[in-house]
Nanobody, 117 residues
Framework: QVQLVESGGGLVQAGGSLRLSCAAS????????RGWYRQAPGKQRELVAT???????NYGDSVKGRFTISRDNAKNTVYLQMNSLKPEDTAVYYC???????????WGQGTQVTVSS
């Protein structure tokens, strides 16, 4: 089992920045990739960014150039630096960890990000 705890959400004005953190505990050795997804009201959950155990990153088209995912392996923590935030970035952001051998997904409880115009 893997437990994920997010922090760092909140309310920010358009153009501002926030940094989300996701600390993992448990069977970390079984994880091949970490990431962030988000879900706005009435919409499906969508990819924000992922990072593999080797450090390769992938971003959703709507956040490329504005968001950066990174990881601190010593702390088992993944970060999402969000810059130039837009009202359409408003959503609940979920931390994700994908298991190596069967691609099972673990999820955090979610953290609300609200961007005001």
């Amino acid at each position: 089992q893997v437990q994920l705890v997010e922090s760092g959400g909140g309310l920010v004005q358009a153009g501002g920045s926030l940094r989300l953190s996701c600390a993992a505990s448990g069977s970390i050795f079984s994880i091949k990739a970490r990431g962030w997804y988000r879900q706005a009201p009435g919409k499906q959950r969508e990819l924000v960014a992922t990072i593999t155990s080797g450090g390769s990153t992938n971003y959703g088209d709507s956040v490329k150039g504005r968001f950066t995912i990174s990881r601190d392996n010593a702390k088992n923590t993944v970060y999402l630096q969000m810059n130039s935030l837009k009202p359409e970035d408003t959503a609940v952001y979920y931390c994700n960890a994908r298991r190596l051998y069967d691609s099972f997904d673990y999820w955090g409880q979610g953290t609300q990000v609200t961007v005001s115009s």
